[in-house]
């Protein structure tokens, strides 16, 4: 089945850098590959996702990168503010069906003032 | 409005016990799913349904069992409740099975097995 690799698993940014999360898959017949942020007591939003046949996306601050044959995506986030503070899973739909979701193990990104 | 909403959010329980995690989402969905997190925060998927039909079972300890009475309700029943069951448990919708499709999940219910 599917396998995905994330890191890091903490990032520290000062107010106004940019952050850069990565993550890596398996299965190479993966077509969607989904972003979400978990703020502390609550459920995962969804904040930003990519098809594959796009190579890259971007809304306002947050930018979503793929590299099919190296089979990697990145999440970009610039400017970032001390509300962007939480925990950013990837995920990726691999081809077995079910719309079936497998995500990375999470990074925790806090941004200091 | 809640998309997803789940209940009880919090749960605590003697080993042994059986509870049960109530779902509904009003997003008009059809498929519907539930997540285990873990204290590392691992996501890891035990069950889907579309349209009441089971579509993924990963292998989940036959204590648990889902029940999907119409495509806007999943329920989680847990029988003889263990201490590694302890963990936050999501439920989640999506369109349907085709797409490919986000996820919206429901705040999430914690469950403490004691």
């Known amino acids: 089945g599917e396998n995905v690799e994330q890191h890091p698993s903490t990032l520290s940014v000062q107010e106004g850098d940019s952050a850069v999360i990565k993550c890596t898959y398996s299965?190479?017949?993966?077509?969607?590959f989904p972003w979400y942020k978990q703020e502390l007591g609550k459920g995962p939003q969804l904040i930003i996702d990519?098809?594959?046949?796009?190579g890259e996306k971007k809304d306002q601050r947050i930018a979503v990168t793929l590299n099919k044959t190296a089979k990697h995506f990145s999440l970009h986030i610039t400017e970032t503010q001390p509300e962007d503070s939480a925990v950013y899973f990837c995920?990726?739909?691999?081809?077995?069906?079910?719309?079936?979701?497998?995500f990375g193990t999470g990074t925790q990104l806090k941004v200091e003032l | 409005d809640t998309a997803v909403s789940q209940t009880p959010k919090y749960l605590v329980t003697q080993m042994g016990n059986d509870k049960s995690i109530k779902c509904e989402q009003n997003?008009?969905?059809?498929?519907m799913y539930w997540y285990k997190q873990d204290s590392k925060k691992f996501l890891k998927i035990m069950f889907s349904?579309?349209?009441?039909?089971?579509?993924i079972n990963e292998t989940v300890p036959n204590r648990f069992s889902p029940k999907s009475p119409d495509k806007a309700h999943l329920n989680l029943h847990i029988n003889s409740l263990e201490l590694g069951d302890s963990a936050v448990y999501f439920c989640?919708?999506?369109?349907?099975?085709?797409?490919?499709?986000?996820?919206?999940f429901g705040s999430g219910t914690r469950l403490t097995v004691v």
């Open positions: 989640a919708s999506s369109q349907d099975l085709g797409g490919p499709y986000g996820y919206t």
């Open positions: 299965d190479s017949a993966s077509n969607y």
């Open positions: 990519i098809r594959s046949n796009v």
């Open positions: 995920a990726a739909r691999g081809h077995g069906g079910g719309n079936k979701l497998t």
């Open positions: 997003l008009g969905h059809d498929t």
């Open positions: 349904y579309n349209n009441k039909e089971l579509i």
